[in-house]
């Protein structure tokens, strides 16, 4: 892994960007290539790319983890300066890792969130992110969500995949008894990296997964005394049938909003969800 790459989430350079791209890329990446990738991802010819504040980009050298940047066809910087209000309402993104062993569901549960569709075969890759703007008890939540592969070739990856993240699902499949006991190792990473006192520290759930279907080889009391264990909330889904996928991630969505709402500011109802 290079030690100078780093995420980026690219717009459109418009006056009202919404719908952005993650992308992981080199802070050593020349300027060329840079154009190169971002023409690929948006499907017109880029010519120049601005920062948050409208400065033209030629390197890429001093750009931070989690930079947005707009990219234009050619034209001057169009990107209408946001109120007060607006940013605190609307820029804050926050960055969930999906993490669990091979064949467990990740990509699955991921693609039913944000496509509302079901993937049954998927060509694992090393990493994937995507992008949701999930509308949750009335406000809108920007999510970008990084899925990883399970494989033990990626192991050296997993430090990378926790660091600066404000949340994590821990995934299992109840077909695989042995996928279960994979999370202690994630959760201990964790557990590593971040110091779980403090107010802004990840959110972690696990999603026990697959469980509509007949051969089931963990039971749900084996899942809560992991749960129990690892001191989580637990939800048991199905990427195939949907079930409790959108109630998982907006669980994620409210805690998050707790953990980093200003000071004083009043949070919205909650609905109420039983856990698992």
Not at 53 to 74: H, M
Not at 195 to 212: L, Y
Request: aromatic share 8%; net charge neutral; hydrophobic share 40%.
């Amino acid at each position: 892994m290079d030690s100078q790459q780093i995420r980026v989430t690219l717009y459109k350079n418009t006056q009202s960007p919404t719908e952005g791209a993650d992308m992981l890329v080199s802070r050593s990446i020349s300027k060329a290539d840079m154009l190169a990738r971002c023409s690929a991802t948006f499907g017109f010819t880029a010519t120049k790319v601005y920062n948050k504040t409208g400065t033209l980009l030629n390197s890429f050298e001093g750009l931070a983890d989690g930079a947005a940047l707009y990219v234009s066809r050619g034209e001057a910087f169009q990107v209408k300066k946001s109120t007060g209000s607006e940013q605190r309402a609307g820029s804050k993104r926050w960055m969930l890792t999906m993490l669990g062993a091979a064949a467990v569901g990740k990509s699955a549960i991921t693609l039913r969130y944000v496509n509302n569709r079901f993937v049954k075969d998927y060509d694992p890759t090393i990493e994937d992110f995507y992008q949701k703007a999930a509308q949750v008890d009335g406000e809108t939540a920007n999510l970008s969500i990084l899925d990883t592969a399970g494989m033990e070739d990626y192991e050296s990856l997993i430090d990378h995949w926790i660091d600066k993240k404000e949340a994590f699902i821990l995934v299992f499949s109840v077909q695989l008894p042995e996928t279960m006991q994979r999370l202690r190792d994630f959760h201990d990473k964790i557990l590593h990296r971040y110091e779980m006192k403090d107010q802004r520290s990840p959110v972690v759930v696990i999603a026990a997964n697959k469980i509509d279907v007949p051969e089931r080889y963990v039971s749900t009391e084996q899942a809560k005394q992991l749960a129990a264990e690892l001191n989580v909330p637990l939800f048991e889904v199905s990427a195939q049938s949907n079930t409790n996928i959108e109630e998982m991630f907006a669980y994620i969505i409210r805690e998050l909003r707790k953990k980093w709402a200003p000071a004083g500011k009043p949070q919205p109802h909650k609905h109420k969800c039983e856990l698992l």
